[in-house]
């Protein structure tokens, strides 16, 4: 009764369905026609599975293939036996992978129709995606960075199909409390709060002014991405290469915001952090700094002020702010936000390895950070699923 089409676009499937399985505050067919018309294909293979029920279409799962390094699949003690091996065969160097989900995005999503049996859905989708992956030559399947909501559905597979639960890099939420940014300061807590007023008094001095921008010239575009790509080599987890034609086609979407910070005198732009406005949530997407500047001018805290500023100016009660670069993030006051992989590799041995390792992997072995909050507060570690 449930059948499977994979498409190659996001227009194969009517906008109707669009609307209704990814309305905000999720990233929707916007997001994803900017990932296939960006020229990303060296990278990924998008694809869309289309979901129906006795003939109705149910359901949206977003999907990619990927030539995945190595080196961010196995462990560290291993990488050197891998790079010696992948000096005779090459492709060993690459781990062909079909996921369900995005590149770049925060949380891996299903979209739903209203009444849709999750379940089910999930099930079936499993299993047409494992003939998909062998038809690709993908030896890895993953349901990517799902959250809470939906892993529910997603469980029963570690049963009935030998998948492995593999523990992700958590995504982060602040809600906002109150209608402006003085009630979301008096909402931390004190030790947080005397931290960022310091901080931020300490930057009070900083010659900048904020700017807020819809569909920048191709100018500024020019700026932004010069920021992003600084911000980007300088990052220590790098799953994809983003382009410039990306920002051009994501910019161009009617909620992107960019909010920027400019030098007084020169203009020179400093840093920015492109938006988007989902209904009341705010997703805090991309961000980009210059780190030549003095670091007593603290950017990345006045860029999170103007942000937060902004946000309440259009009547945003959350903001999301996405994975990796936790310290600030914290310190700001956002909350951990669970995120789980769901996976299966095609040789049982490799399989059976991969899952005894992901046992070994928690918030506090996937980064120092995290291991330091955890430290702090040891109820909030996530629990390995069995």
Same mark, same amino acid.
């Given at each position: ?59 949206? &799962?977003? &999907? ?41 995005? *925060? ?6 129709? +209203? ?16 003939? !998909? ?18 892993? &529910? ?11 492995? +639960? ?8 602040? +809600?906002?409390?109150? !209608? ?57 987890? !790098? ?27 020169? !203009? ?76 299966? +590799? ?22 120092? *950070? ?5 430290? &702090? ?10």
């Amino acid at each position: 009764m449930y059948k499977i089409q994979w498409h190659q676009s996001v227009q194969d499937i009517p906008e109707t369905l669009w609307q209704e399985c990814f309305a905000a505050p999720y990233e929707g067919k916007w997001w994803y026609a900017a990932l296939e018309r960006a020229g990303l294909d060296r990278q990924f293979e998008f694809i869309y599975g289309l979901v129906s029920y006795n003939d109705k279409a149910v359901a949206i &799962a977003p &999907a990619f293939l990927m030539d995945v390094p190595i080196a961010l699949v196995i462990p560290l003690a291993l990488l050197p036996i891998f790079n010696l091996i992948g000096k005779i065969f090459p492709a060993l160097l690459y781990q062909r992978t079909f996921f369900i989900g995005s590149p770049c995005s *925060d949380e891996g999503r299903v979209g739903l129709v +209203h009444g849709a049996d999750a379940a089910n859905v999930f099930a079936s989708i499993n299993k047409s995606m494992q003939i !998909k992956a062998d038809e690709l030559g993908a030896s890895m399947r993953v349901w990517k960075d799902f959250a809470q909501e939906q892993q &529910a559905a997603l469980v029963p597979l570690l049963k009935n199909d030998d998948l492995f +639960h593999l523990v992700s890099f958590p995504g982060t939420s602040l +809600h906002l409390d109150g !209608k402006n940014k003085n009630d979301y300061i008096a909402s931390l807590k004190a030790s947080r709060r005397n931290k960022i007023k310091k901080k931020m008094k300490q930057a009070s001095d900083a010659p900048v002014y904020v700017e807020i921008l819809f569909q920048p010239s191709a100018a500024v575009m020019e700026e932004i991405f010069r920021l992003f790509w600084q911000t980007y080599e300088k990052g220590n987890t !790098k799953f994809e290469q983003l382009n410039r034609s990306f920002f051009d086609e994501i910019s161009q979407y009617e909620n992107s915001h960019y909010v920027i910070l400019r030098k007084n005198e020169s !203009k020179e732009m400093l840093s920015f952090m492109l938006c988007f406005k989902l209904g009341d949530h705010v997703v805090n997407k991309f961000i980009g700094i210059d780190y030549s500047q003095p670091k007593e001018w603290f950017l990345y805290f006045k860029l999170w002020d103007a942000a937060v500023e902004w946000a309440y100016s259009v009547g945003a009660t959350s903001i999301q702010s996405g994975q990796t670069g936790y310290s600030p993030k914290i310190e700001l006051g956002n909350d951990m936000v669970a995120l789980s992989n769901y996976c299966r +590799h095609k040789n049982p041995m490799v399989n059976f390895i991969y899952k005894a390792v992901a046992k070994t992997i928690n918030w506090d072995t996937l980064d120092p *950070d995290l291991a330091s909050y955890l430290k &702090a507060y040891p109820e909030l570690k996530p629990p390995n699923l069995k």
